[in-house]
Every structure is written in structure tokens, then in C-alpha cells.
């Protein structure tokens, strides 16, 4: 059988990649100690600097989103399966 493959989440891969930006470690020993292939490290580091500035923009805190453009499917949503108990209820 193959070797599975692994599944790092986001913030192992920001904290690797924050730390070959520190650059305080070379890539071989980054890549010893994460069990991670020096080519992924690099791949995540380009992502890293490239997606900062996005960190920073102005007037876009949570994604961009307001509470409202959140919630106003959620209470739809609501809306809809309240209808459909109690058209249940009449039918039953």
C-alpha cells in the first residue's frame, strides 16, 4: 500500500512558513524538524509574503462581511423550516 498523504492545517503551515521567513533556521533543518519537504516549506513561505498585504487592507476586518450579511440566510433559513413544521403539524 502507498504512503498517505498528510494534511497540515493552517496555522502549522503559517508557523513554519513565519519561520523561514525569520530565517534564524536554514531550510534543511525547518525541514528535519517539521517532517515537512523543503520545497513545500518554500511554497508556503511564497504564499505567506505574497497574501500579507491582504492582512492589512483597509476597511475589510472577517473576511469582508458584515453581521448582517451573515445572519440574514441564517434566519431565513429559520423562517422556512418553521413553515414547513407546521405545515407538517396540519398534515399529521
Not at 497540515?8 to 523561514?20: G, I, P, R
Not at 492582512?55 to 429559520?78: C, D, M, N, V
Request: hydrophobic fraction near 35%; charged fraction near 25%; include cysteine.
Amino acid at each position: 500500500m502507498g504512503k498517505q498523504r498528510q494534511n497540515h492545517s493552517d496555522s502549522f503551515k503559517a508557523k513554519v512558513a513565519l519561520d523561514a521567513i525569520r530565517g534564524v533556521k536554514t531550510l534543511a533543518q525547518l525541514s528535519s524538524e517539521h517532517r515537512v519537504h523543503q520545497s513545500q516549506i518554500c511554497a508556503w513561505k511564497k504564499l505567506l509574503q505574497s497574501n500579507a498585504a491582504d492582512l492589512f487592507a483597509s476597511g475589510s476586518r472577517g473576511g469582508g462581511k458584515s453581521e448582517e450579511e451573515l445572519t440574514a440566510p441564517l434566519y431565513e433559513q429559520i423562517g422556512r423550516l418553521q413553515m414547513d413544521l407546521q405545515w407538517l403539524k396540519k398534515k399529521l
